[in-house]
T-cell receptor, first 114, second 113 residues
Framework: DGGITQSPKYLFRKEGQNVTLSCEQN?????MYWYRQDPGQGLRLIYY???????QKGDIAEGYSVSREKKESFPLTVTSAQKNPTAFYLC?????????????FGSGTQLSVL | AQKVTQAQTEISVVEKEDVTLDCVYE???????LFWYKQPPSGELVFLIR??????QNEISGRYSWNFQKSTSSFNFTITASQVVDSAVYFC??????????FGAGTRLTVKP
């Protein structure tokens, strides 16, 4: 079955540590996105990519980094510069993101700070 | 800049009641798309509907219906005869042509038996 796989489901970060969240899709989608969800704040866009080897910052990119070396994969690294990383992270994908295409979401990663 | 407002943070109803979730949006574009997503306790957002700015026809899908009014910049969602399985967080979202998607803060709906 086609879909989006996020791993791990739960992740713990120590002070000063970088951690990477995985996102893989087999839907043959061109565009991929990372959102952060905090209670009562909805989803906020971190980064998005509409094509391999290219990506753009969203509203809250500081303290995060991404790469898009393959069409299927869009990993997110939460760096030590992100001082408040505890949140639920959602990865999404869609067909070319310039025509109001609907997003398909993964099941999310809950990141917590130890 | 595009913006989506869901003023209702939480709603609680008893099973079989009708409930309407409000969504108000702001955009300067004439071409845009509106969405509703459902987030059950499992966490994964599920797509419910997409409307483009040129189609103001209301839509009904089973117990779900959507009312799109450009005059008031609203895209409200009504669940008729609610059921316990409808309990979830519902998000309204806006996408302008050539842009990424922006979400409202969400409305948590609890349907009690």
């Amino acid at each position: 079955d086609g879909g989006i796989t996020q791993s791990p489901k739960y992740l713990f970060r120590k002070e000063g540590q970088n951690v990477t969240l995985s996102c893989e899709q087999n839907l043959n989608h061109d565009a991929m996105y990372w959102y952060r969800q905090d209670p009562g704040q909805g989803l906020r866009l971190i980064y998005y990519s509409q094509i391999v080897n290219d990506f753009q910052k969203g509203d809250i990119a500081e303290g995060y980094s991404v790469s898009r070396e393959k069409k299927e994969s869009f990993p997110l690294t939460v760096t030590s510069a992100q001082k408040n990383p505890t949140a639920f992270y959602l990865c999404a994908s869609s067909f070319a993101g310039d025509r109001g295409e609907k997003l398909f979401f993964g099941s999310g990663t809950q990141l917590s700070v130890l | 800049a595009q913006k989506v407002t869901q003023a209702q943070t939480e709603i609680s109803v008893v099973e079989k009641e009708d409930v309407t979730l409000d969504c108000v949006y702001e955009t300067r574009d004439t071409t845009y798309y509106l969405f509703w997503y459902k987030q059950p306790p499992s966490g994964e957002l599920v797509f419910l509907i997409r409307r483009n700015s040129f189609d103001e026809q209301n839509e009904i899908s089973g117990r779900y219906s959507w009312n799109f009014q450009k005059s008031t910049s609203s895209f409200n969602f009504t669940i008729t005869a609610s059921q316990v399985v409808d309990s979830a967080v519902y998000f309204c979202a806006l996408s302008e042509a050539g842009n990424d998607m922006r979400f409202g803060a969400g409305t948590r709906l609890t349907v009690k038996p």
